[in-house]
Structure formats: C-alpha cells, structure tokens
C-alpha cells in the first residue's frame, strides 16, 4: 500500500495526528486512539407519491480513547483542530494517572486491511437526486399496480459516505470509505374494514447500482403482496411449535439465538450464557455458524473494524461446539487471542464495543422442498420485524411479520404476526434439519447494543426447529 | 436564576441572526435549531472503575421552505461557513420536492409566546465531579452485590450526568430556548443459583434534579432483588388467563396507545385509531394525560420542535379518546391546529401518564387469582396498523393471588384495544420514572404462550 495520509480527508498530518496520541498516553495509558469520521447522509422521501423531503446530514468529528488495564476514557471534539484535539487528549489521558510520563509511539504504519468489500468507489449519496426520485416513483407505482387493496405507499432511500481514519498507540493507521444505501418500501393496505401494513427493504454497502441488481418495481411488488395477503391473516397458534424458518432473513434467529451471546465483552464479564463454554456442545450437529465482515457488499461489510483490526470470518459455531467468541481489543486482550475485526462503533460520538457483521449459517443437505413436507404441522416464518435476546439466561425472541400455518407438509394459510421465544443453546439443539439453500437478508438490519446502532447483516438457508414457543392467540 | 451556557447562546443568537438572514435573501422561510450538552458518563464493575465517558456534544437541524415546498438537513459545524453551506444545498434540493398545502412554518398564534421557568436545570449537574460519581456508581453496585449471596457478577452500575441548552429560531421572529439537566443511577446484577442458572436484571432512577434520585443504595437493592427473584424460573402454562402489567411493562402499553392514537399515523392511516376520536378505547377506568409543563418533570418543555407552546391536553378521558396529538404538518392534514407534539422526529408525547387507580399491586394480584404478572418485556411485536400484540415476557406465575414462581421463555398476545378495553383494575403506584408512565394495569384476558 502506498504511503497513507490523513490530511485529504481530516486536514491533520500523520505527525499532528500522533502529536494527539502521544498526548492521549501522557499519563501512563497502555493503549491510546484517535479516531477520525467525516460522515454525510441524504434521504428521499416518497410518501403517498409525493416528494416530501430530499434531507442532508453532515456529522464529523474524532473520537479519543485511553485505555488502562480493563478502564477505558473516552472523549471527542467535532473540530479537526490540534489544539482542540490535544486538550481532550490530555483530559481523556489522565485517567490512567495523574503523572506525566514518557510516551514511544509506535512506528506509523498502515495497518493490514481488506479491500474490495465495497461496490461504488464514490458513494452516490452526492449524485444528482433527479435520478433517484425516478427509481422511488417506479417502485411506487409497481406497489399501487398490485392490487386496488393497496391504499398508501411511503419509501424512502437513504444514501450514506463515511470516511473513517484512525491513528493508535501502536502506530497503526488506515483510512476507509464506507457507503451504505438503504431502501425501504412501507405499503397500507385496507379491504372490507381490515387493516394491514408492510415493509420491505433492501440495500448494503454499494451505491445506486444496487437497483441494477433489484427492480425498484419487485420491491414495490413484494411490500404491496406483503400486506395484501396478510388482510386474510389467521391468528397464529400458541404454544410449542414446529417452526421452519424460510433462508435469507431468519438469519435474525442466529443474531439473537447465539450472536449476541458470543460478543466478547459479555464473556470477559462472564455474564453471557456461553461464558466459559468454548468446545462445549451448544447447538445441534447441523449447526456452523460464522460471522463474517467479508461478506461483499452486506451491511455488515467492513475492511476493517473500527478499532484498525481488519474483518475476518470467523467460525463461531461448529457442528454445534462452540469454537470462539467475537472480539474487539479489550476483549481479545483479556483472552489473549488475536483481535477478530468485531470492534465496531455507531459514530466517533462512541467507544468500540464487539459487535456482529454478517452473521449466517452453513447450508446443509436437505432441500427446502423436503424439510417443508417433513412437518405435518407447523408453521413457517418468512419475514420478521426484529428480536432480542437476554444475554444472561439466553431467551432471545424474534418477531414474524409474514408466517404460514404448514398442515401435512404444505403451507396453507398465512397467519398473523407472531413472536417466537425461545432459548439459545435450547433452541439450537432442536434444529433437526438444514437446507441445502442458504441465502442472506438483502441489507435491511441495523443491531442495537449499549445505545449504539450498527449496521448488521444475516444470512441462513431453511432450517427446522423441533418444538419452539409460539406467541399466538389460538 | 441561574443559567447554563450563558455565552454560547448569545453566540448562537448572532449565528442564527446571520443564517436567518442569508435564507430570506434567498427567499426562503427557514426553522432552526441548535443544541447543545455537557454530558459525563462513570461505569464501574466489580468495584473498579470501567468507563469514564466526558463529551459535549453540539448539533443544529436546519429546516427550509420555499412556499409549499421543504426539505431538512443538520450538521454538527455550528458556524456560518458550515450552516451557509448547508442551507445552499438546501436551497437546491427544495426545487426536487413536490408542492404540498400541510408544508409551512407554525401558524404565528400557535407558537410560544414567553417560555416560563419549568425548574428544568440543577446546577448540581454542571460540572459534577467525577469521583463522586464514580462512588455513587460504587456504592450502587456493591448494594447489589451485597444484598444475596446469589448475586455473583455484575454487568456493571453506571452514574450519567446531562446538562443541555437548545434554541429555536425562525424567519417569521420565533426565538425560544430552554435549558435543563438530569442524572442517573443505573445497576446491572447478574444473580445464579446452585445449578449455574444465571438471572440479571436491572433497575435505575432517573432525574432533573440531584436530590430528586433515589438513593444509590436503593436502587442497587432494587436491581440485585429483580435478579435474584428471578432465578430458577420455569415456563407457564399455555391458556387464556388474566395478565397484570408493573408499571415497567404498563409503560409500553400506554407508549404503543400513544404511538397509535398520534396524527402522522392517523393520517397515513397506518393504526388501528384511524377513527376513533370522541370513541372508547379503553375501558372505562383509563383516564391518560400529557403534560409538558409539570415543574421538574423528566420530559417537560415549553414548546416543541417547531416552536409551538406546550400544554396540558388529556388524551383518554374515561377511556374515550380524546383528540390525535398533531405536529403542524399531520395537523393541516387532518385539517386541524397543531397540539405542540413535534418531538424527537415524529409526532411524540411530553410527560405521558395514565392516572392512578385505587387499589394496591397486592390488591391486583388478589383480584387477579390465577394468572400471569408480567415485570419485563423481551422483543417488540407490536402492529400498529391491527393493535396485534405479542411479545415475550419474564414475570412470575400467580395462583389464588400469591406469587408462585418466575417465568421465562413466555410470550402474552393479544389485541392492544382489546387488552385496553379489558382494564379491569387500575394499580394506586404511578410513579414518575420513564417519563411515560403507568400504574399496574390488570388485564382480565390475554393468550399465555409456553408449555
């Protein structure tokens, strides 16, 4: 790689930069870091066929960092200003001493990164909007085409460029642009006095060339089909189910099931219900699960986590033993093992914590055509709104937006909205079969944890579950 | 009276003068915005401190109109240079969007006229010292730790302090600012039992003033109990049976009833309260209330986002619904005055209460006999659009009203204007903590999911 500069993007020398990050380890700091972010965002907003707003965010600021042992400071400025940068240095410094004391930068160099995870060199966010507003218009009216039960139709496309820079202790230095775009179609639709609302989504780390890929149109189609067939919704049962999960989006399961507990810093604490079991059986056989930062153009493509570390794809779950744990630095230095690329922050306004990228599933031997006639009945989740796990005891739940009842291995009618809890290693014992189709979320997550959200991204073929709580009526 | 941020206000107060300035040269009305804070974060875990977060963050939201057209933007470069530029790029996008009659700066007589003092700002909080933090964060802590020998770990316990300013200004002469403060206590036990079950929970207290939060004590004895009562829990019994909500879970009833009865979703008609003005929803014991202008109150303010005056308004009224809270823009659509309920991006509620019954929890539970008492929720199945509701739950199972056992991996589903209609009994413990918040609510059937 050729010789790295920070000053295009944040007006500040390399040498400015250390300046900062000697100051940070002043006082006795075993690790400290400046971290950088120039970030704009533009959404359109379509709503019922008009152009309500063509927005525009700018947020730009550097985060400092100090870290003494498991106690971190944390501090930042939204001026790329030495002066300014070296006062919160020095005040985020001290908290490893009041002393002063000589600090030895580690030599500059580029840090190992990926490269190529990104489609768009540019993010579009700053091309012509005319062109974007056409895109909206054609899914909105593929939505309203669908059916005279569809009454409203809101989109909205949200355009992303973030340019992240950093600097620490060890002298290590990258910087990355990442773009996101995301689309989101939501459809009202009403017949013979009932109500239904969908939403849809779609997008990723790349630029308008995302719709080269998917039609404005199918997205219109799909949230419109969505809340049409949902109108005839049946209330779910309740109680123990069989529960298939369709591939692609119930990658939520995994995220929620297991995700989260295998985040690092719930384990340094020990507070997870994995801490302690690595090589211990926590799911079924059929079960490897892998988060992966390197999975192209996902929302959860990184080239490397904001801590410098580069993303990896990393086996949590192997045929069922649990293999290891997602780390950021704190958490990998309690472990002593090397940093997996899970050090990720929402904004320069947060400290790195050990977050998920694109958390998927292997695919296994069955086709989804068997697994489905293998249940006599059941039922079958296809699209889901979210979830959430309690990290200490593992119940995790995830919402299902679109569910079938599935009577004598064939899906007959939709069913209302359901939730389905569940507990992690429990759950993920009972997966008795895995399709030979895994597939991934187009880009529609963004996770929350400890008031910061990321974007995510999910992935898994069809899977069945053997006996799983579902929160229906029936 | 004292005053936080005296001088970054007169700064502000030229600033916008000139932004303003620019925009009617260009012939645009223009709203904005711009805030402040001075924030301290103190985490420690198992005695020792983990996190220290000290951050001042800034950030402006511009708003444009050029007749009935407008776009928004923000940026955190509070300076002429950086708000200028944003208000060009403005300038262009609001020839992309369409005409739109409900699109236009507050109505002159809706806008607040002189903001009074609300005892929104404790000077206790400007600059509060770190260690005393850090011991009221200790001291927290090692109240849960100390309250159970089953209370082996900790997530942590945290100590946040906040104080803020923000200011609105217009082109048609609105300029109204407010500041205020609160702090917080917050502890995170984790309890096991002999068999390595695990159990955490959390509890806090949250305020504007320093002598207004529970004693850290209190609520680290309050966090280390929810865990430890917690611990070897079993499922329920799958069925149909009478559900008692806590106040910490009847909270998300009254949010989501909000969130529904609220213009923008009235007018998108994406809630089930497309027409329920001046019609039941709820039983007859509901009575809820907005009020922004309770003194010290956790989300009182004078004005909302576009700068209209705030008041008292009664949303539910013995279970009939009122009026739909409206931002300027949902007003005009539904033809109507904005109610002052622009907050946080949406159409959103001050301090939002659903006044007090009269009989105790242990009452309810009596009343309830049989069935399930929900004290936290897990996941968020909520459909705005039909009310259906669904969610997991942790609580406990009760029989001939006397606590039997914890519960987990339970879900309870329902209908939102059916589980409001079915209210049987309204608890006497309203207590101030979340800023939306209910006494115990007994709902007289919901569908139990779990063996």
Redo the contacts between chains.
């Keep these: 790689m050729s010789e790295l500069s920070l000053e295009p993007w944040f007006g500040l020398t390399k040498e400015d930069a250390a300046r900062v990050v000697t100051e940070i380890c002043a006082h006795g700091a075993d690790f400290g870091e400046l971290f950088f972010e120039d970030a704009v965002s533009s959404s359109i907003i379509l709503e019922d066929g008009v152009v309500r707003n063509v927005s525009w965010t700018e947020d730009a600021g550097a985060g400092l960092r100090a870290v003494k042992g498991d106690t971190q400071a944390y501090g930042f400025a939204q001026q790329f200003d030495l002066k300014l940068l070296v006062d919160v240095g020095n005040r985020v410094g001290k908290v490893a001493g009041d002393a002063r004391k000589s600090v030895n930068l580690g030599a500059l160099h580029s840090v190992p990164v990926r490269s190529g995870l990104y489609s768009g060199k540019d993010a579009s966010v700053r091309a012509p909007a005319a062109g974007k507003l056409e895109i909206l218009k054609r899914a909105d009216a593929a939505a309203r085409a669908f059916s005279p039960a569809v009454k409203r139709v809101d989109i909205t496309l949200t355009e992303e460029s973030r340019i992240l820079g950093l600097l620490n202790s060890d002298g290590g230095l990258f910087v990355d642009s990442q773009p996101m775009l995301s689309v989101r179609v939501s459809v009202v639709a009403e017949k013979d006095g009932k109500k239904q609302q969908s939403m849809v989504g779609g997008g990723g780390r790349l630029g308008l060339e995302y719709f080269t890929d998917v039609d404005p149109e199918s997205l219109g189609k799909e949230a419109a089909r969505m809340a049409v067939e949902m109108l005839d919704a049946d209330p779910a049962p309740a109680g123990q189910q069989t529960v298939v999960l369709a591939p692609g989006d119930s990658g939520v399961l995994l995220h929620e099931a297991v995700g989260h507990g295998l985040e690092g810093d719930f384990n340094r604490k020990g507070t997870s219900r994995y801490s302690g079991k690595v090589g211990e059986k926590v799911a079924s056989e059929l079960c490897t699960v892998v988060d992966d930062g390197t999975y192209a153009r996902g929302r959860g493509a990184i080239h490397v986590d904001d801590e410098g570390n580069a993303s990896g794809s990393n086996v949590l779950i192997e045929k069922g033993i649990l293999k290891g744990y997602m780390h950021d630095r704190l958490s990998a230095a309690h472990f002593k093992v090397k940093p997996t690329g899970n050090g990720r922050r929402q904004s320069y306004r947060h400290p790195p914590l050990p977050r998920m990228t694109t958390t998927y599933m292997n695919a296994g031997a069955h086709t989804p055509e068997e697994i489905i006639a293998s249940v006599k009945n059941g039922i079958y989740c296809r699209t889901f709104s979210g979830g959430q796990v309690n990290i200490s005891n593992g119940d995790f739940v995830f919402q299902a937006t679109e569910s079938f009842q599935i009577e004598d291995g064939k899906l007959t009618r939709p069913l209302k909205d359901v939730v389905i809890i569940g507990n992690g290693p429990d759950a993920l014992s009972k997966v008795s079969m895995v399709g030979n189709d895994l597939a991934f979320s187009d880009g529609r997550w963004t996770c929350g944890k400890g008031g910061q959200m990321v974007p995510v991204g999910v992935g898994i073929p069809t899977v069945r579950i053997d006996g799983i709580t579902v929160g229906g009526t029936k | 009276m004292s005053q936080p941020f005296q001088e970054t206000i007169k700064g502000w107060n030229d600033l916008a003068e000139k932004v303003l300035e620019m925009a009617r040269k260009r012939g645009l009305e223009a709203m904005l915005r711009l805030e402040t804070s001075r924030r301290l974060k103190v985490r420690v875990?198992l005695g020792?401190?983990?996190?220290?977060?000290?951050?001042a963050?800034?950030?402006s939201v511009l708003k444009v109109f050029k007749g009935n057209r407008?776009?928004?933007?923000?940026?955190?470069?509070l300076t002429v240079e950086?708000l200028v530029a944003?208000l060009d790029?403005?300038n262009q996008?609001?020839e992309?969007?369409?005409e739109?009659k409900a699109v236009g700066l507050p109505e002159p007589e809706w806008l607040v006229k002189k903001v009074p003092d609300l005892k929104l700002f404790d000077p206790a909080f400007l600059d509060f010292p770190v260690e005393k933090a850090k011991r009221m964060a200790l001291e927290a802590e090692k109240a849960a730790l100390d309250f159970d020998k089953r209370v082996t770990?900790?997530?942590?316990a945290g100590v946040g302090t906040s104080v803020y300013a923000a200011c609105l200004y217009n082109t048609s002469g609105l300029k109204a600012c407010e500041w205020g403060s609160s702090g917080s206590i917050s502890v995170s036990p984790?309890a096991e039992n002999e068999k390595g079950?695990?159990?955490?929970d959390s509890w806090f207290t949250w305020q504007r003033f320093e002598d207004s939060l529970e004693a850290p004590m209190t609520v680290g004895e309050m966090a280390a109990k929810r865990a430890v009562d917690?611990l070897g829990?079993g499922?329920a019994p799958?069925?149909k049976v009478p559900v008692l909500f806590a106040p910490e879970t009847a909270t998300a009833l009254l949010g989501h009833l909000w969130e529904c009865a609220a213009g923008d979703r009235v007018y998108?008609?994406?809630t089930?309260l497309t027409k329920a003005e001046k019609k039941a929803v709820a039983s007859k014991l509901v009575t809820v209330v907005d009020d922004p202008l309770i003194p010290k109150g956790l989300n009182s303010t004078a004005f909302d986002g576009e700068g209209v005056a705030t008041r008292r308004r009664i949303l539910v009224k013995d279970g009939v619904l009122q009026f739909h809270p409206c931002d300027c823009y949902s007003a005009r659509k539904l033809n109507r005055e904005s109610t002052g309920h622009r907050s946080g991006g949406g159409v959103g509620s001050y301090n939002l209460y659903l006044e007090n019954g009269e009989e105790s929890p242990e009452q309810l539970l009596k009343k309830m006999g049989t069935g399930l008492f929900v004290t936290a929720f897990?996941?968020?199945?909520f459909?705005?659009?039909?009310g259906?509701f669904?969610?997991?739950v942790?609580g406990f199972w009760v029989e001939e009203g006397k606590v039997v056992r914890p519960i987990?991996?339970?879900?309870?589903?329902?209908n939102l204007d059916e589980m409001l209609k079915n209210v049987v009994a309204v608890g006497n413990d309203l207590c101030f903590r979340y800023g939306t918040d209910s006494p115990s609510l007994l709902v007289s059937e919901m569908?139990?999911?779990?063996?």
């Design positions: 875990r020792k401190l983990d996190e220290l977060s000290q951050t963050p800034q950030n407008s776009v928004s933007g923000s940026t955190s470069k950086g944003l790029r403005l996008h609001v992309l969007v369409d739109d770990n900790s997530s942590g984790v079950e695990k159990s955490s917690g829990a499922t799958t069925g998108k008609g994406s089930y897990i996941g968020f199945g459909n705005h659009a039909t259906d669904s969610r997991g942790r987990q991996e339970v879900t309870v589903s329902g569908t139990v999911s779990g063996s």
